[in-house]
């Protein structure tokens, strides 16, 4: 049975982009530390890659990045770091969270180096806690909303009253279309409940959970003649808040319940899970629900008004409102927010039916919502497209797929684009969605299908404006995007060092690359026979070393960069070797250089405890961070995972060997 050194679930509410965003960015960064990985992922198509008991058990360390359940229980007893999978949207931030599961082992003496903020950091936060409970709810949900919502939405193709035995424009087929979709919507806010509550619970919280989610849609039924409770009476129903407040409530009532029946025989667990659990916690939960129904009902009106209050404001203030929470994060929790409103204000448009003022709003609000959630991926099209310069191969790649991810209401392929440079991409792709959405408003556009972008076009209303509000707000977004760009292209170029001779020929130009690509270890750069009495004196070797090879111009700020680095996470790697690497602009060309101490350097925190022999030290211009710093560090990190390799480089000691085995790995 293949044996990993981390094992990782990461999991996000939709399960579309951010769970395989994270996983990809925690496979790069355990490769450049020479680390073995395997990655579960909870998708909205289930568990893919999932873990063994042998893997799980022969791992060093968990990185759980999700805000969902991910049975994260599995792992008790393991050193684990738990976070939101935003967490671990970049290679670097999944590094990070590599370094700290390798930290945090109990009562191991690697532990007692970790510093007190990363030990409260490990410790899952209260917010984070309820955030995950809630979002598995929402990612059950949504499947169910976006089902229902357009198959409803499809049945107007047939006309807006087409579902209406009564109307002239009725179609048996678009009313059938419209009770499947109604029924499928109905059932949001009871599954939102239940796995919000299961989540807490595990599966006996799912009958509360359930029971919780119909009450809030029903509310208390009264007797319109007596004023009195009355199960064939009417009530006023609560929505998806109430759905919230009964989530959790079933939730801790199971685990209360737990601990009041944890006294009874170990044979009568049987009884508890068939029996006595789900009639406890249904009567509890069902009574509590049912009690608060009348204060529920208030602030969801409240709430409800308060949004229509925004559009009495002008569509100025609530396309701003709108735009900016859909673009903020990107499918993050604000953008979550503020689609699952937009949901909640459709249910109820749609519930409202057409031509009525509930309806007008919804819908309107919805297009808005989704117009704001299709502009960033469009946005970064625009730009790739257009700048095509200013930006790598993959990033003019990943931008291309935006497209189809743009037009299917997938803004999370914008996410690598913002991460690289939040300020000022981050406002940009807030201010191109919030132009998208104000102008939805203003063109009077609805949307009765909460999800599928442009792929729902023939049942919106005033399509062909929502397509041009959209389009404005990517090309605007787009433009300022190429902008930032090519500024920042251009102060790249300005800061570049000219250590080439620029006279030289051009055909002499094109093979300059394969020399440096083959030529990154120079043998006067090897030093085979040091003698460091700890990591900081081997690292200022280096530092001095590369002022005197004309590879740096300050040796003290090479050094910053190194000590910066370490900081971060440990370089420190396995069997001896470590891989410190520095980008600095005092930097002037990129280079490595090897250091070996056949003693061993003590104090440097490797991941088996280990003294380090070689160092193969990277040292980046800063203009080249992120392009020639990755390339050549997944190289190196590679190339320690061979045997041969490893054996080579530490048993010799002729300098022009090592040279020579460490450039044939980085070509």
């Known amino acids: 049975m293949a044996k990993f050194d981390i094992i990782a679930a990461t999991g996000c509410p939709t399960g579309i982009a951010h769970t395989f965003m994270a996983k990809e960015a925690l496979e790069k960064a355990a490769a450049e530390r020479g680390l073995t990985i395997k990655v579960e992922t909870h998708g909205q198509v289930g568990v893919e890659n999932e873990l063994t008991k042998g893997e799980i058990a022969g791992a060093k360390a968990v990185v759980v990045a999700a805000d969902k359940d991910v049975q994260a229980e599995r792992f008790a007893g393991k050193p ?8 671990a949207l970049s290679v670097e931030a999944a590094g990070k969270l590599i370094d700290r599961a390798l930290r945090a082992k109990g009562d191991d003496s690697v532990a007692a180096a970790a510093d007190v903020e990363d030990e409260v950091e490990e ?15 929402v990612s059950h949900m949504l499947v169910f909303v976006v089902a229902g919502g357009v198959l409803t939405a499809l049945s107007f193709l047939w006309g807006i009253t087409s579902f209406d035995s009564t109307a002239s424009d009725y179609n048996t087929f678009a009313a059938m279309l419209k009770i499947i979709g109604g029924i499928a919507m109905n059932l949001m806010v009871p599954v939102l409940s239940a796995y919000i509550a299961e989540s807490i619970g595990k599966r006996p919280a799912l009958v509360p959970g359930f029971v919780a989610g119909m009450i809030a849609i029903q509310g208390l039924p009264v007797n319109a003649e007596t004023g009195m409770i009355d199960a064939g009476g009417a009530g006023v129903g609560f929505g998806f808040l109430g759905g919230i407040v009964g989530g959790f409530l079933a939730g801790y009532v199971i685990l209360l319940l737990e601990k009041v029946f944890a006294g009874l025989p170990k044979n009568l667990d049987g009884l508890k899970a068939i029996f006595l659990y789900p009639l406890f916690s249904t009567a509890i939960v069902g009574l509590v629900m049912l009690g608060i129904s009348g204060p529920m009902a208030a602030i969801n009106t409240a709430m409800m008004d308060f949004l229509k209050g925004l559009s009495a404001s002008g569509a100025i203030v609530l396309g701003l409102a709108i735009g900016c929470m859909c673009a903020v994060d990107m499918g993050g929790p604000v953008n979550k927010a503020a689609y699952v409103t937009g949901t909640a204000m459709l249910t ?33 099209t625009f730009a790739v497209v257009v700048g095509k310069k200013y930006f790598s191969q993959e990033d003019h790649d990943a931008g291309i797929v935006n497209l189809i991810l743009g037009c299917t209401h997938i803004t999370e392929g914008a996410i690598p684009f913002m991460t690289k440079n939040i300020w000022p991409v981050m406002p940009i792709m807030m201010l191109g969605s919030s132009i998208a959405s104000i102008l939805t408003i203003m063109f009077n556009v609805h949307d009765p299908a909460p999800h599928g972008g442009f792929l729902v076009l023939p049942v919106v209303e005033n399509g062909p404006l929502w397509v041009l509000a959209i389009l404005i707000g990517a090309v605007v977004g787009g433009i300022l995007f190429v902008v930032f760009k090519k500024y920042d292209f251009e102060k790249n170029q300005k800061a570049a060092p000219a250590t080439k001779p620029v006279e030289a020929p051009k055909a002499a130009a094109v093979e300059a690359p394969k020399a440096e690509a083959a030529d990154f270890v120079k043998v006067e750069n090897v030093f085979v026979a040091e003698d460091f009495a700890s990591r900081d004196e081997a690292l200022s070797f280096v530092s001095n070393q590369a002022v005197k090879a004309g590879i740096a111009s300050d040796a003290d700020a090479v050094m910053n960069a190194f000590l910066a680095r370490e900081a971060e996470g440990t370089t420190g790697m396995m069997e001896g070797f470590a891989i410190p690497h520095a980008k600095s602009d005092a930097i002037t060309e990129a280079a490595v250089i090897v250091v070996k101490d056949e003693s061993g350097v003590t104090g440097w925190d490797t991941m088996d405890g280990a003294p380090v022999n070689v160092a193969i030290a990277l040292l980046i211009p800063g203009a080249q961070a992120g392009t020639t710093h990755l390339k050549i560090l997944s190289k190196v990190a590679e190339a320690l995972m061979d045997e041969d390799f490893r054996a080579t480089v530490k048993g010799s000691t002729n300098a022009a060997e090592i040279a020579k085995t460490i450039n044939a790995r980085l070509v």
């Open 348 to 380: 109820e448009a749609l519930a409202a039916g057409v031509g009525t003022d509930t309806y007008n709003f919804g819908t309107n609000f919805m297009a808005a919502v989704s117009a704001a959630c299709i502009v960033p991926p469009l946005i970064t």
């Open 80 to 87: 684990m770091v738990s976070v939101g999978v935003s967490k």
């Open 123 to 137: 410790k899952e936060s209260v917010g984070h806690i309820i955030y995950k409970h809630l979002m598995n709810g």
